[in-house]
């Protein structure tokens, strides 16, 4: 079984700075993706950064420059950075990875239980 676990949201004014984290546990083989996706009230999820096991990085047009998703590897940790927030950025932001347990089993997502960001004076 494979869980994870964020932390780092919280209240920030506009103009301000997060660093979210999200930490995997378990039976990791490998892990091919690793990201972030938020959902606002009211909104569909969506997804906010991503970063393949290439290290590849791609962002949301919303974030781009403002965001930066990077991975700890060791520890299978993820992180977010988040600088210059806006109100806009507030949202439930959820860990996603894919990964697998096994050479024989494929690799199938899984999702941490989200963390509330709010942005506001």
């Known amino acids: 079984q494979v869980q994870l676990v964020e932390s780092g949201g919280g209240l920030v004014q506009p103009g301000g700075s997060l660093r979210l984290s999200c930490a995997a546990s378990?039976?990791?083989?490998?892990?091919?993706?690793m990201a972030w996706y938020r959902q606002a009230p009211g909104k569909e999820r969506e997804l906010a950064a991503i970063?393949?096991?290439?290290?590849?990085?791609n962002y949301a047009d919303s974030v781009k420059g403002r965001f930066t998703i990077s991975r700890d590897n060791a520890k299978n940790t993820i992180f977010l950075q988040m600088n210059s927030l806006k109100a806009e950025d507030t949202a439930v932001y959820y860990c996603?990875?894919?990964?697998?347990?096994?050479?024989?089993?494929?690799?199938?997502?899984?999702w941490g239980q989200g963390t509330l960001v709010t942005v506001s004076s």
């Open positions: 970063i393949i096991s290439g290290g590849m990085t």
């Open positions: 996603n990875i894919r990964t697998r347990t096994s050479y024989t089993g494929g690799y199938f997502e899984v």
């Open positions: 378990g039976s990791i083989l490998s892990i091919s993706k």
